[in-house]
Structure formats: C-alpha cells, structure tokens
C-alpha cells in the first residue's frame, strides 16, 4: 500500500487546496478519489487505489479507525463560524445535488437526525470535528497556519504554490448569530472556536 497521508476536516476546509499542495509538492496526492458517498472504505491494496500516497476528502472522516497505523492523519480547520455560514449559505442539506452527501453524513453521525436550521449545520461542524480530533496527529487551521509548515511535518520540501489565505474575518450571508441556535450548541462552538485558537468574534 503506497498510502501515507490522510487530510480531513469538515466540508468548506480546504480539502481540495491541500490535495493540490501535496500533488504540487510531488506526492501521487488525490482529492476525494478514494473515500466516496457509499459509506465503504476503499480497499488501498486493489490496483485502483494502491498508488495513491496522500488523499484529501472530508469523507475520509468515519473511516480514520480503520486505516493502518502508518499513515498521517492530518486534521484540516476552519474558524468554525464560516464553516456553518458557509454550508447554510450553500443550504448543503436542501440541494438535491448533494443528495448522495447528505445521506452519507446522516449516517455517519446520526445525531444529525434531531437536529433542524442553524441548530444542524452547527451540530455538523461540532460532530464532524470531534469524530477526527481522537485521530489526528497533526492539526492545520487553513486560515491561520503556514503551509510550508505542514509539508515540514510531513517531511517533504517546501514548494512554491499558490495558498489561497481563507480569510478568517470573512462572514459570509447569512452570519451566525447566538439567538439562531440552541444554548449548549452555541456553548460548545464557542468552547471549540478557543479550543483550536480562534476569536469567536472574528
């Protein structure tokens, strides 16, 4: 198995700008190629996915138990306010397009079910980040962190690419605001927002 980095986090964290990073860096490095909305583990010794040495998916969540002890985990944040603005933004659980997504996630953590409106998108960004934290080895907020710096603990070469520096000060239509939600969801975020270093208020 040629597989030896996993980056993760929620969706709207940059999965798809670190593939690129790893790919750019020289890495046989993927963007959701692997795990997919059937809810199944790839199996990384079949001759489909046996090349791959660094995956990127915010799907890879659930299944970071599963994958050998060898490989990276990499835990990829977002100031957790722009992440639930954003996916409500988007309306994430409302486009038929994301369908297949949605049910994925629901499954996956299925507390998701009792929740509606900003309560669930809020549960989301807690839920999913809490499911990775017991994996990770390495945390990277993709608003505050130096890329070059990942790449070191990776112990590959820094390279030239181009970061796009998300913005942690942008809030995105509409904004989150603490009457939106239930009173332990907005305790916990705000508990979350200091626990990885961010101002709730930026």
């Known amino acids: 198995m040629a597989l030896q980095i996993v980056a993760t986090g929620t969706g709207r964290c940059a999965t798809k700008s670190v ?60 100031h957790p306010f722009r992440v639930a603005e954003s996916i409500y933004h988007g309306q994430w659980w409302h486009v038929p397009a994301m369908g297949g ?15 509606d409106g900003w309560d669930k998108y809020v549960h989301y960004v807690i839920g999913w980040n809490e499911m990775i934290e017991p994996h990770a080895h390495y945390r990277f907020r993709i608003d505050k962190d130096d890329p070059h710096d990942l790449l070191d603990w990776c112990g590959i070469e820094p390279v030239e690419y181009h970061w796009q520096r998300y913005n942690a000060g942008k809030r995105e239509h509409p904004r989150l605001e603490r009457e939106y939600i239930q009173p332990q969801l907005w305790d916990q975020i705000i508990e979350m927002c200091e626990r990885y270093g961010y101002d709730p208020c930026e």
Not at 102 to 112: E, G, K, P, T
């Open 19 to 78: 593939g690129m990073l790893f790919y750019y860096a020289g890495m046989d490095a993927h963007h959701e190629n692997a795990f997919q909305w059937g809810g199944l583990m790839p199996d990384f010794e079949s001759k489909k996915f046996s090349h791959i040495e660094m995956e990127s998916s915010y799907m890879a969540a659930p299944f970071l138990d599963k994958l050998p002890e060898s490989v990276k985990i990499i835990h990829l944040i977002r």
């Open 101 to 115: 997504y949605n049910l994925f996630v629901h499954n996956a953590l299925q507390s998701m079910h009792d929740y």
